[in-house]
C-alpha cells in the first residue's frame, strides 16, 4: 500500500513538472494577420507565440513590449517561426499592409485557386469586411474575348477563412489605427450602382458590328440600328430585337446575383455585364438559354449612316459591271443579261445543272454584291456576285473580273468564306467567260 502511495505521488510530480514546463515553453514569432484594435495591435506586428491549444484552437500569446499572455484564434496568425523567418514572412504581406477590403457584391465567392472555375469555399456578403494578405498570379477573369479588369488577391475573413478573391467587386481601403476603418468602406449605405446605369443608359449592339465596323465591312443584311438590347429602368422594361429573337418584357425587380449577373424577374432575361460588353441569356419558346453578346458603341457611331454607305457603294458597283453589258454571251454558258433594276436572266445554261444550279431553278431571278473579297484577290477579281434564281432556295456565288470586253466569272461553291468575305478560291473552280454582246 506505501509503494503505490509513493508511485501514485512521483506521477502527480512529474505530471506537474510537465505542466509547469509546458506553461513556459515558448514557440517561436508570428505576424498578426488581423487587427487586435483593444490591445492596440495591427497586421503586421510580430508577436511571441508561447502555446497553441488544439482544444480551444487558439495559441498564447504577447505583445511586443508586454510578457503579458492572451489567447487569439489559430487563423489570426502566422505559424509560428523564427523572429528571421517571420520578417521574410512579413515581406510578402507588405504591399497590403493595414489593407482592408469591403464587398460590393453579395454572394461575391472566395475560391480554393485563383481560377474563376475553381471550387468556393466561401460566399461573401455585401458590405461584408475582408482583409488583403497578398497579391497572386491567376487564370484571366474573360468577358467574351476581354480580360476582366482587377487581380487576384489572397484574402481572409473574419471568421478565418482564407482562399482567392478577384478584385473586381471589391473596394480596398486602409484600416486605421485602432480599427477604425476609412470613411465609407462597409457603411452598409445603398451604394451607387454604375454598372446597372451604364447597362440601362446605352443602347447595346451585336458584338459582330465592331469587326464589321473596323474592317469596313458592313453586311446590310446583319447591321441594323433595330438590332439591338436595353433596359429602359423608368418603365421597368427589357427589349431583345434581333432576327432570330425579339421580345419585350416588363420586369419586378433587376437583381444583381454574385458572379456580376443581373436578373429580371418575370422575365426570360439575364444579363453580365462587363464595361462596353455585355453577354445576353435569354430562354427561346422552348424553354432553352441562348446567349448573345452585345456591345456599345461611340456616340460618333450612326448605324443607318453606315449601312446607307454601303447599300450606295454595292449599287454603285452593280450599276457598273451592269453598265459592261448589260447583255452578255457564251458559246458554252448561254446568254446573261444583268438589268440595271437588279433582275438578271440567263438562257442556255444547262451545262451548270444540277452541279451548280438546281434543276428546279428558273431562267432568271435578282443578282447583288453580297460579300466581299479578302485583300489577297482583290488584284484577280473585282468582287463576288450572287444570283438567286427563281425556284431555287440556295444563292450561286460567282467571283467575276471586268474584263475590257466582258466579264469574267469563277464559280465560288467550293471556295472558303468567313463571314461575309470570301477568303479563299475553290481547289478547281469552273471559270466562265461572258462576252459582251
Known amino acids: 500500500m506505501i509503494c503505490l502511495t509513493k508511485k501514485y505521488g512521483l506521477i502527480a510530480i512529474c505530471a506537474i513538472s510537465f505542466a509547469l514546463a509546458s506553461c513556459s515553453r515558448f514557440m517561436g514569432y508570428g505576424m498578426l494577420l488581423w487587427d487586435i484594435p483593444e490591445r492596440d495591435l495591427r497586421d503586421g506586428d510580430i508577436l511571441p507565440v508561447y502555446i497553441r491549444s488544439n482544444i480551444s484552437h487558439t495559441y498564447a500569446v504577447s505583445a511586443p513590449d508586454s510578457k503579458d499572455r492572451f489567447d487569439i484564434p489559430l487563423w489570426q496568425i502566422t505559424t509560428p517561426a523564427s523572429r528571421r523567418e517571420t520578417k521574410k514572412t512579413k515581406l510578402r504581406?507588405?504591399?497590403?499592409?493595414?489593407?482592408?477590403?469591403?464587398?460590393?457584391?453579395?454572394?461575391?465567392?472566395?475560391?480554393?485557386e485563383p481560377v474563376n472555375t475553381a471550387r468556393q469555399v466561401y460566399r461573401l456578403r455585401k458590405g461584408e469586411i475582408i482583409k488583403i494578405l497578398y497579391k497572386g498570379e491567376g487564370q484571366a477573369v474573360m468577358t467574351g474575348s476581354d480580360a476582366l479588369e482587377g487581380n487576384w488577391l489572397r484574402v481572409l475573413t473574419s471568421s478565418g477563412t482564407q482562399g482567392w478573391c478577384f478584385s473586381y467587386n471589391l473596394e480596398l481601403f486602409e484600416m486605421q489605427k485602432g480599427g477604425e476603418a476609412a470613411p465609407g468602406a462597409g457603411s452598409g449605405e445603398e451604394e451607387k450602382d454604375d454598372a446597372f446605369e451604364?447597362?440601362?443608359?446605352?443602347?447595346?449592339?451585336?458584338?459582330?458590328?465592331?469587326?464589321?465596323?473596323?474592317?469596313?465591312?458592313?453586311?446590310?443584311s446583319r447591321m441594323n440600328a433595330a438590332y439591338c438590347f436595353t433596359v429602359d429602368a423608368e418603365n421597368q422594361k427589357v427589349s431583345l430585337n434581333l432576327p432570330e429573337r425579339y421580345g419585350s418584357w416588363e420586369y419586378g425587380a433587376a437583381t444583381k446575383t454574385a458572379d456580376g449577373e443581373y436578373t429580371f424577374t418575370d422575365t426570360p432575361v439575364k444579363v453580365s455585364v462587363r464595361d462596353n460588353y455585355i453577354a445576353v441569356t435569354c430562354a427561346d419558346?422552348?424553354?432553352?438559354?441562348?446567349?448573345?453578346?452585345?456591345?456599345a458603341l461611340g456616340d460618333d457611331i450612326?448605324?443607318?449612316?453606315?449601312?446607307?454607305?454601303?447599300?450606295?457603294?454595292?449599287?454603285?458597283?452593280?450599276?457598273?459591271?451592269?453598265?459592261?453589258?448589260?447583255n452578255f454571251k457564251s458559246a458554252a454558258y448561254g446568254q446573261l443579261s444583268l438589268k440595271r433594276d437588279g433582275?438578271?436572266?440567263?438562257?442556255?445554261?444547262?451545262?451548270?445543272?444540277?452541279?451548280?444550279?438546281?434543276?428546279?431553278?428558273?431562267?432568271?431571278?435578282?443578282?447583288?454584291?453580297?460579300?466581299?473579297?479578302?485583300?489577297?484577290?482583290?488584284?484577280?477579281?473585282d468582287g463576288v456576285l450572287?444570283?438567286?434564281?427563281?425556284?431555287?432556295?440556295?444563292?450561286?456565288?460567282?467571283?467575276?473580273?471586268?474584263?475590257?470586253?466582258?466579264?469574267?466569272?469563277?464559280?465560288?461553291?467550293?471556295?472558303?468564306?468567313e463571314g461575309n468575305t470570301l477568303v479563299r478560291r475553290g481547289a478547281s473552280p469552273l471559270v466562265i467567260f461572258f462576252e459582251k454582246n
Open 93 to 112: 504581406y507588405a504591399e497590403f499592409l493595414h489593407r482592408y477590403a469591403s464587398v460590393k457584391l453579395d454572394g461575391l465567392p472566395i475560391r480554393a
Open 198 to 220: 451604364k447597362l440601362a443608359g446605352t443602347i447595346w449592339y451585336p458584338d459582330y458590328y465592331r469587326s464589321m465596323i473596323r474592317e469596313k465591312r458592313i453586311d446590310p
Open 285 to 295: 419558346d422552348a424553354g432553352r438559354p441562348r446567349d448573345y453578346n452585345f456591345i
Open 302 to 326: 450612326d448605324i443607318t449612316a453606315l449601312v446607307a454607305e454601303e447599300k450606295e457603294r454595292r449599287g454603285a458597283e452593280y450599276a457598273r459591271i451592269a453598265a459592261a453589258g448589260p
Open 343 to 381: 433582275s438578271f436572266t440567263w438562257r442556255g445554261n444547262r451545262r451548270l445543272v444540277p452541279s451548280l444550279i438546281a434543276e428546279s431553278a428558273k431562267g432568271g431571278g435578282t443578282v447583288g454584291i453580297d460579300y466581299f473579297i479578302d485583300a489577297s484577290l482583290s488584284p484577280q477579281y
Open 386 to 417: 450572287s444570283f438567286s434564281f427563281e425556284g431555287m432556295k440556295a444563292k450561286v456565288n460567282f467571283l467575276y473580273k471586268i474584263e475590257s470586253n466582258g466579264i469574267r466569272l469563277e464559280d465560288a461553291a467550293e471556295a472558303r468564306f
